[in-house]
């Protein structure tokens, strides 16, 4: 078995709980600053991800 794996309704949880913890200790703003970083971080790392996977393929 994969050791990255781990029951995905742990891992959700343990998301949601960052999430709600992060909108409890920021304001407004910070909240939408950090959402745009991660959203942007989260976009290149798939990027990323998709062009190694195209490479690989050739």
Not at 20 to 35: H, P
Request: charged residues 15%.
């Amino acid at each position: 078995m994969n050791q990255n794996c781990s029951d995905p309704l742990a891992l959700t949880t343990a998301i949601n709980s960052l999430a709600v913890y992060m909108a409890g200790s920021l304001n407004d703003e910070e909240l939408a600053f950090c959402a745009a970083v991660l959203t942007q971080l989260g976009d290149t790392l798939n990027t990323i991800a998709a062009q190694r996977a195209l490479c690989d393929d050739s």
